[in-house]
C-alpha cells in the first residue's frame, strides 16, 4: 500500500513539472508567434489552446492514444499547442507499438500542417515546413520507438537475472535435499551395523550368564563403548535431517573406503560371527574412493542382515576385481528362522539396491537353489 501510494506521489509530481515546463514552452512560443502584436481573438485563441493542450499531458498517462490525438487536433488551431503535441507524439511512440505511434505521428504532421497552411510560419516556404514537419515527427517516433524496445531489454534481462537466481537458489535447495538424505542414508546403515553388534553382545550375556567374570566385564564394556557410539552416531542422523544448512558431518566423522573392510570383518568377527573372507583385489589403490564406499556399505548392511537373521551361522565374504573390469562383491549364509535377533525396517537393501545402480553397478539378493541366502554386487571399476 505504501508503494502504491509512493509511485502515485511521484506520478503526480512528475504531471507537475512536465505541465510547468510544456507551458513555459508554450508561453514562448505565443509571444514568438505574436510578433510584439498581443491584440485580436489570435492571442485569446493561442492563450485557451495552450491551456487545453497542457491540460491533456496527464491524461497521456493512461490514456496516450486519446491525449496525443487531442493534442495534435488543437497544434491544428494554434502553434500554442505544438510543445503539448510533442510531448504526446514522444509518449505515444515510448509506449505504443509502431503501427499505432505511427498514425499518431501522422495525426501530428497532419495537425502542424494544417497549421502551417492557415498559419504560416514567417521566412519559411511551405515546402520545407512540411519537410521540416514530417523529419521532427519522424525522429520523435524513432526516438520513442528505441527508447521502447531498450525498455523491453533491459526489463528481459532484469526478469532473466531474477529467474536465474530463483532457479540456483532451487538447484542450491535440491542440492542440500539430495545430500542429506544421502547421508541420513549412510548414518543408517552405520547406526543398523552397531545397534545389531549390541544385540550380539547382549544376545551373549543373556545366554551365557555363567561366563567368568572378566569375559562379562569385557562384553559388558563393548557394550557400554558401543551405546556411545551408537548414540553419537544417531546425534548425526538427527543433525543431518534438520532444516538448518548443513556444511558437513559433526565431529568431521571421516567416510569408510575400501581399506577398511578388513576392520569391518574383524569387528564382526569379535561379535562372535564366523566369517570365512576372501578377497582378491588387483591394485585395489585404484579403486575410485566412492566405489570403495559404496562396497563398504554393501558389505555392512550384508553382515548386518546376517547377524540379523541367521545369527550363530558362518558367513562367507568372497570379494574380487581389477581395474577396467568390475568389482564383484559375493556375501551368502545360510537363511533363518523364526524371529530375527534385531527388529528392522525392511528397507535397509532397497536403499542399498539405489546406492548401488546410482553408483552404476548391480545388484541381486535372494534364496539361491542351495537355499543359502547369497547377496551380490557388481560395481564398475574403470581402467
Request: proline residues 6%; positive net charge; contains cysteine.
Amino acid at each position: 500500500m505504501e508503494e502504491i501510494c509512493a509511485d502515485r506521489r511521484r506520478e503526480r509530481w512528475a504531471n507537475v513539472i512536465a505541465v510547468t515546463a510544456v507551458g513555459a514552452l508554450s508561453a514562448l512560443t505565443i509571444v514568438g508567434r505574436q510578433a510584439g502584436d498581443f491584440r485580436g481573438g489570435r492571442l485569446v485563441l493561442d492563450v485557451a489552446v495552450g491551456i487545453v493542450a497542457c491540460g491533456l499531458i496527464p491524461v497521456l498517462t493512461r490514456r496516450p492514444v486519446q491525449g496525443a490525438l487531442g493534442q495534435a487536433a488543437l497544434a491544428a488551431l494554434s502553434p500554442a499547442a505544438t510543445p503539448a503535441a510533442t510531448v504526446g507524439t514522444l509518449t505515444v511512440a515510448q509506449r505504443r507499438p509502431l503501427k499505432t505511434a505511427a498514425l499518431v505521428a501522422g495525426a501530428g504532421v497532419a495537425g502542424h500542417l494544417v497549421q502551417g497552411i492557415w498559419r504560416p510560419m514567417g521566412g519559411i516556404d511551405l515546402r520545407w515546413y512540411v519537410v521540416l514537419d514530417v523529419a521532427v515527427h519522424a525522429a520523435l517516433l524513432g526516438w520513442g520507438q528505441w527508447t521502447q524496445a531498450r525498455q523491453a531489454l533491459l526489463n528481459s534481462l532484469r526478469e532473466r537475472a531474477v529467474r536465474a537466481e530463483k532457479e540456483q537458489g532451487r538447484r542450491v535447495a535440491e542440492a542440500r535435499t539430495l545430500e542429506r538424505t544421502q547421508m541420513a542414508r549412510e548414518m543408517h546403515d552405520v547406526l543398523a551395523h552397531r545397534l545389531s553388534l549390541l544385540a550380539t553382545y547382549a544376545g551373549a550375556l543373556e545366554y551365557r550368564p555363567d561366563s567368568p567374570p572378566e569375559k562379562l566385564a569385557e562384553a559388558a564394556g563393548v557394550i557400554r563403548a558401543g551405546v556411545h557410539q551408537a548414540l553419537d552416531e544417531l546425534r548425526e542422523v538427527i543433525s543431518v535431517l534438520r532444516d538448518s544448512e548443513i556444511d558437513e558431518l559433526p565431529g568431521g566423522r571421516p567416510q569408510p573406503t575400501f581399506g577398511d573392510l578388513a576392520a569391518l570383518v574383524a569387528e564382526s568377527r569379535d561379535a562372535g560371527t564366523e566369517i570365512r573372507y576372501d578377497e582378491s583385489v588387483n591394485s585395489p589403490e585404484l579403486l575410485p574412493p566412492a566405489t570403495g564406499r559404496t562396497a563398504y556399505r554393501v558389505v555392512q548392511e550384508g553382515l548386518t542382515n546376517a547377524r540379523k537373521h541367521a545369527a550363530g551361522h558362518p558367513v562367507t565374504l568372497v570379494v574380487d576385481g581389477r581395474p577396467g573390469q568390475s568389482l564383484r562383491i559375493e556375501l551368502t549364509n545360510p537363511s533363518g528362522y523364526g524371529v530375527p535377533l534385531t527388529p528392522g525396517s525392511g528397507t535397509g537393501l532397497v536403499g542399498l539396491t539405489e546406492r548401488v545402480h546410482l553408483a552404476g553397478g548391480t545388484l541381486d539378493h535372494g534364496r539361491a537353489a542351495d537355499g543359502r541366502f547369497r547377496l551380490q554386487a557388481s560395481l564398475p571399476w574403470p581402467a
